[in-house]
């Protein structure tokens, strides 16, 4: 049975740090590519930053220079490092994971709010 979960979600002020965790079981993770996606509230779910399974990154334009992620393969784990949030980053932030034949899982998401 496949598993996403998340953690490291709360609320922090502006120009504060988070760290999201995504812990993967179930799925050959080191074959996976992995992102972060978010939803805020009356919003589509957008892409937040991914990664290959070899490591390559990409990320939304909204969060360059602010967020990092990154993935440990002997943990099967994904993590989002976001630094300097802002307001409009609030939004439930989603794990994803994607095999090598395009197959997706979805992680349930955690609560992220970014306000003084």
């Known amino acids: 049975q496949v598993r996403l979960a998340e953690s490291g979600g709360g609320l922090v002020q502006p120009g504060g740090s988070l760290r999201l965790s995504c812990a993967a079981s179930?799925?050959?993770?080191?074959?996976?590519?992995m992102g972060w996606y978010r939803q805020a509230p009356g919003k589509q779910r957008e892409v937040v930053a991914t990664?290959?399974?070899?490591?390559?990154?990409n990320y939304a334009d909204s969060v360059k220079g602010r967020f990092t992620i990154s993935r440990d393969n002997a943990k099967n784990t994904v993590y989002l490092q976001m630094n300097s949030l802002k307001p409009e980053d609030t939004a439930v932030y989603y794990c994803?994971?994607?095999?090598?034949?395009?197959?997706?899982?979805w992680g349930q998401g955690t609560q992220v709010t970014v306000s003084s």
């Open positions: 994803n994971s994607r095999s090598i034949t395009n197959y997706e899982n």
């Open positions: 179930g799925i050959i993770f080191r074959l996976n590519a």
């Open positions: 990664i290959t399974s070899s490591g390559s990154t």
